[in-house]
């Protein structure tokens, strides 16, 4: 039994490390849209902050998990984005968003 731990411990001590550096550079942003063009999409962070991300033709958009090539996040939307610094602007790769339910 003590070396089933011993293995276990092990393994984790091995294995986790890799998950936490997996996304690499990614800058993660969750907030809600304020603003949205064809190009850029403005998000407020829970702290208040404003992000813009620019949006480009390789960008991922999924609306409640499924992913779409039609639908964009509209103003009110709630945004968790994946972006990556390029040129001094944020440009989002992946965009997962979803309309907040009425009270």
């Given at each position: 039994m003590?070396?089933?731990?011993?293995?276990?411990?092990?393994?984790?001590?091995?294995t986790?490390p890799?998950?936490?550096?997996?996304?690499?550079?990614?800058?993660?942003?969750?907030?809600?849209?304020?603003d949205?063009?064809q190009?850029r999409?403005?998000?407020?962070?829970?702290?208040?902050?404003?992000?813009?991300?620019?949006?480009?033709d390789?960008t991922?958009?999924?609306?409640?998990?499924?992913?779409?090539?039609?639908?964009?996040?509209?103003?009110g939307d709630?945004?968790?984005?994946?972006?990556?610094?390029?040129?001094?602007?944020?440009?989002?790769?992946?965009?997962r968003?979803?309309?907040?339910?009425?009270?």
């Amino acid at each position: 039994m003590k070396h089933m731990i011993a293995v276990l411990l092990i393994v984790m001590f091995v294995t986790v490390p890799s998950f936490a550096f997996a996304h690499g550079d990614a800058i993660h942003i969750l907030g809600t849209v304020t603003d949205t063009t064809q190009e850029r999409i403005v998000v407020t962070t829970p702290k208040g902050e404003s992000v813009t991300l620019m949006i480009q033709d390789k960008t991922i958009f999924q609306l409640d998990g499924i992913t779409t090539d039609t639908a964009r996040p509209t103003v009110g939307d709630r945004v968790v984005a994946e972006a990556e610094k390029e040129a001094g602007h944020l440009v989002a790769y992946e965009v997962r968003f979803a309309t907040p339910k009425t009270k």
